[in-house]
């Protein structure tokens, strides 16, 4: 098969897998992904899972296809935390959290590890623009917060939550008291308790 002629019938899905182009083409050969990955047309993002080399400098596309890859899932973490603002490191791995297993992956577009999250906890988040039509799912300050001490739960004294050298300007101006602690109430941890109201005071929120 000629590539523009599969260009142009899977570019707008930015990725895809081999199921999603035999439903369009029950004849394709798959190895034309391979010679297309080895001439640089494709990037292979996991077993089974490809995106055309176009998109990768397409901005958010790591967070994009972070979603795309394991789902269910959304960018949480030190990831969606750097995004909003709240922490000046530069992340260079995307977390996120899944109610599937935790799991890591690594390609030319970067590092993606997923947390174990329980389904009941899998909430929280918002759809952020990214090409029309299209959204990538994203923690809201809050859970990305609750999320962290969650999963980190060394972060118990007020020393290792400064430590975490949250922006205090912009910790103030964008997290919502009201509705982390009622996220807070949803997980129902005495101990995850005790380390979120620490972090309100830490903070001085």
């Known amino acids: 098969m000629i590539f523009e002629i599969f260009r142009k019938e899977f570019f707008h899905q930015i990725c895809f897998t081999p199921n999603q182009v035999y439903t369009w083409h029950p004849g394709f050969d798959k190895n ?84 174990k999250l329980k389904n009941n906890l899998f909430f929280g988040y918002a759809h952020l623009p990214f090409t029309e039509g299209r959204t990538v799912l994203l923690a809201t300050p809050e859970k990305a917060l609750l999320d962290l001490l969650y999963f980190y739960p060394f972060y118990n004294t007020e020393n290792e939550l400064i430590n975490l050298r949250l922006d ?6 964008l997290i919502n008291k009201d509705q982390f602690l009622k996220f807070l109430v949803r997980f129902e941890s005495k101990a995850l308790n005790r380390r979120a109201h620490l972090l309100l005071k830490s903070y001085v929120l």
Not at 168 to 173: H, P
């Open 32 to 115: 034309n992904l391979g010679r297309w990955v080895k001439n640089g047309y494709l990037i292979k993002l996991k077993n089974g899972f490809y995106i055309f080399s176009e998109w990768q400098d397409t901005p958010n596309i790591h967070l994009y296809i972070a979603n795309r890859m394991y789902r269910p899932s959304y960018i949480s973490l030190h990831t969606a935390l750097a995004f909003h603002g709240l922490i000046p490191e530069a992340i260079t791995a995307v977390t996120s959290v899944s109610t599937r297993k935790t799991v890591r992956f690594e390609n030319a577009l970067g590092s993606f590890s997923y947390k």
């Open 168 to 173: 205090e300007d912009v910790l103030a101006g």
